[in-house]
């Protein structure tokens, strides 16, 4: 958990202004109690950081004050570089969680802008919704906290959860995701499970990811036609809403080369507030369907939390 100083809070009533410093803000769930972006949207609050606006003073030739960019928060050692959407800020009672870094600049109806021909916010400007309101004056400071992410990954083997193999496919998975959240400068801890082919045990590993809200829930196993597959019929109807694209696209391109991976009935969804995918049992196919889940994985997490993150 890192702090970061609160070296001016401020307020415009019109849009396109210049923010004026003020003693303090009241956060409501609208945004900025008084300010012209509060709003049921999702970029109610705007921060950027000191080192931000130092940078760019040297751009434009002359001191430029707190607010002029029209953040709500200036912010000294903020970096916006380690922010990522979903990641979380408070302040006493006060709790914002960030939403999108920079925005589309708005050209000639900024006013720093139409003075220095650049605007620092829609590159290094932060935003974010309030989740808890209450005050933030100057001279608080904000403790920021990185979204911790959680996986499940499950394993379904009756030979490998004996002890015959090694669970070479759940190991594999859960490889390709620490490397893909790392990648994104993204902290992800996940939880492993390899059980026997036990519908019991897979339902009640489900049910329990679902009640604590774990972000991500990956199975290897079980998807094909035989006798113990059954991964499939016991987590498609726990689906809230079924994600059929991905699965359809993985079994065209790879069906295409070899007519067997047709067979697979794997299927992707959303159940609550946690993302299910369910993968073959082999380091091959986890190899194969990763490669395209990971393409749009951060996206689909966005959309479930409201954010329009393209």
């Not at 499950?154 to 995701?177: F, K, M, N, P, V």
């Not at 067997?260 to 969804?269: E, K, M, Y």
Request: a negative charge; charged letters at 25%; proline letters at 4%.
């Amino acid at each position: 958990m890192e702090d970061f100083k609160v070296v001016s809070v401020n307020i415009s009533e019109k849009k396109g202004t210049v923010k004026k410093p003020a003693a303090e803000i009241n956060l409501t769930h609208q945004g900025v109690e008084g300010d012209a972006h509060s709003g049921p949207w999702n970029r109610q609050v705007s921060i950027l950081g000191m080192d931000s606006i130092r940078k760019f003073e040297k751009q434009a030739g002359r001191h430029i004050a707190a607010g002029e960019f029209a953040e709500n928060i200036t912010l000294e050692g903020f970096d916006y570089l380690k922010v990522r959407p979903l990641d979380r800020m408070t302040c006493g009672e006060v709790e914002i969680e960030i939403t999108q870094i920079g925005k589309e600049c708005h050209g000639t109806s900024c006013s720093i802008f139409r003075e220095v021909g650049d605007c620092v916010m829609p590159k290094e400007g932060i935003f974010a919704r309030v989740l808890h309101p209450g005050i933030i004056r100057g001279g608080d400071a904000l403790e920021f906290h990185p979204r911790m992410y959680r996986a499940l990954a499950i394993t379904l083997s009756d030979r490998a959860s004996s002890g015959e193999y090694e669970d070479r496919s759940g190991a594999r998975l859960q490889e390709l995701l620490k490397e893909f959240f790392k990648e994104n400068g993204l902290n992800l801890y996940i939880h492993y499970a390899l059980i026997p082919d036990d519908r019991h045990k897979l339902e009640e590993l489900i049910h329990q990811a679902k009640d604590e809200l774990v972000d991500f829930v990956f199975t290897t196993g079980g998807t094909g036609i035989g006798p113990r597959d059954f991964t499939v019929d016991i987590i498609k109807p726990l689906l809230d809403k079924e994600i059929p694209g991905i699965m359809e696209m993985i079994r065209m391109k790879y069906g295409a080369l070899k007519t067997q991976a047709l067979i697979s009935r794997s299927v992707a969804g959303l159940m609550g507030k946690t993302l299910v995918f369910t993968l073959p049992g082999s380091v091959k196919a986890v190899n194969e369907y990763m490669e395209e889940i990971l393409k749009s994985l951060l996206h689909l997490v966005y959309m479930m939390h409201g954010l329009e993150i393209h």
